[in-house]
């Protein structure tokens, strides 16, 4: 072959593997160990017009490649790599498309050792996107899971309520009757106890004006008197009596307490109900007095509040456990105060306590269903948020304010009107699907 033709066919292969690489995607740049640019692909010249950054800086690809650090780590390792995000616009605006590319360096070498320097630059913002969609996927997917979990857990503490409300409901019931009758008959009672002591004490008074020849037919009746114990009886019976009626009265009321608590257990297709809240606070602080009363002073300070649309057996167990858990934070002695009044278009109903207060870092998590403090058996950590949830559903939302040491006020605002029945209607139906 003559030195032409091999000159020839050298050039056209030249020409063949730049056009190869002017047909790539990727830019590639060959450059003296410098960083002067001997060739640039195509590819490459128009990534070099674009405005490149690297961490947050613009600058010309120049400036962000062929520097003088980059280059000098280049040449001792032989390899670098580097990720630039490019621009067209040197002020992008909205919508303005960015690019991201991933940059590897390479030292040449040939026979006498390092030669040039290869840059090669590939578009990975497709990929990136890929990779940036699964992963927000994988956040939303994270966050779905929370929910589904916090659902699941209201519902079985949902569920582990209504058992108790259907319990305490059918308890009540059916002590209901017997304490009915008790509670007559011990009426009665005393009524006829008051009219035979009204007898008895005619015949003693004709007793005494009995002439004293009569007085030795009285004899018996002096030692059944005696033996009897008659003057103590007669003070001690009405006594007795109505002791057992104030007893009966109590446990009467505890019953009615129970089921108004438990809305004779209608919990779980409960219907909204114009209700006043007073009553509703009063029935279940009479539920967990026994819990309270060693340990806290309650302070009522009930202001005027209108009846509110509710489902008020949910809310009674949103008043339960913001109460049990002021008794829980007092360790010795405390106060709990339950404050209702309006403000606005809202109630607000504040349970606040002088209690150990709850930490900075736990005030974040409290509502999270499962966030407990307290020893096994004594706290299951859904208290709050179920309460959390059953407050939403009546559109109101709850406040937390504590300091530590000092004590912890809870406010709960409920809207004085619902948005609109149609909405209570679509979410018990829900609640009923669930
Ligand atoms: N009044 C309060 N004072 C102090 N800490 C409280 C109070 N109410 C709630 N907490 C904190 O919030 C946590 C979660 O409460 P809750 O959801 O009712 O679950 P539990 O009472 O079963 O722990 C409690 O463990 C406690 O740390
Ligand atoms: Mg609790």
């Known amino acids: 072959m003559s030195e032409s033709t091999a000159h020839a066919k050298e050039s056209a292969t030249q ?30 010249a128009i990534m070099e017009s674009m405005y490149w950054s690297r961490d947050g800086h613009v600058c010309t690809m120049a400036d962000a490649v062929f520097e003088s650090g980059v280059l000098s780590r280049l040449r001792v ?7 630039y995000e490019l621009c067209g616009d040197l002020n992008p605006g909205e919508g303005a498309q960015f690019y991201t590319v991933e940059m590897q360096m390479q030292v040449l070498t040939g ?4 030669e040039a320097l290869s840059f090669h630059a590939r578009d990975v913002t497709r990929e990136w996107a890929k990779g940036k969609v699964v992963h927000d996927r994988h956040i939303e997917l994270g966050q779905v899971n929370a929910r589904i979990k916090a659902t699941q857990s209201q519902l079985l503490q949902s569920e582990k309520m209504a058992s108790i409300g259907q319990l305490a409901a059918g308890v009540a019931h059916e002590i209901n009757n017997p304490i009915g009758y008790v509670h007559s008959n011990l009426n009665t009672l005393q009524t006829y106890a008051h009219d035979l002591l009204s007898l008895l004490a005619g015949y003693e008074n004709i007793c005494q004006k009995l002439p004293s020849e009569y007085q030795h037919l ?9 033996r009897a114990d008659y003057g103590y009886l007669q003070n001690d019976l009405p006594q007795l009596i109505e002791e057992s009626r104030e007893g009966i009265e109590r446990v009467k009321k505890i019953v009615m307490d ?6 004779a257990g209608e919990l779980e297709n409960e219907q909204w109900a114009e ?3 007073h009553r509703g606070l009063q029935s ?3 539920i967990v007095w026994n819990e309270l009363k060693y340990k806290a002073e309650v302070r009522e300070q009930f202001g005027d509040i209108p009846t509110i649309s509710c489902l008020p057996s949910q809310l009674n167990q949103v008043f339960l456990n913001l109460l049990v858990n002021a008794g829980h934070a007092i360790t010795e002695r405390g106060i709990i105060t339950i404050a209702t009044r309006q403000v606005d278009g809202e109630i607000c109903i504040s349970i606040a306590d002088t209690g150990q207060g709850i930490a900075p870092a736990n005030l974040l998590r409290i509502f999270d269903p499962f966030f407990t403090t307290k020893p096994i058996g004594k706290g299951t950590g859904l208290g709050l948020s179920l309460s959390y949830g059953i407050v939403q559903k009546h559109h109101g939302r709850i406040e937390v304010e504590s300091t530590v040491g000092v004590g912890t006020t809870f406010r709960v605002y409920l809207p004085l009107r619902q948005p609109s029945m149609t909405i209570h209607s679509i979410e018990t139906n829900n609640n009923l699907g669930a």
């Open 284 to 286: 279940t602080l009479n």
């Open 77 to 83: 390792n032989g390899r670098e790599s580097g990720e």
């Open 275 to 277: 209700t006043d809240l």
């Open 15 to 44: 020409t063949m593997r730049t056009n190869a690489l002017d047909s790539l995607c990727d830019g590639v740049w060959i450059a003296e160990l410098n960083g002067d640019v001997l060739y640039r692909s195509a590819a490459a």
């Open 218 to 226: 009285l004899g018996s009746i002096q030692e059944i008197k005696a």
């Open 111 to 114: 026979a006498v050792g390092a």
């Open 258 to 263: 129970l089921r108004d608590f438990s809305h």
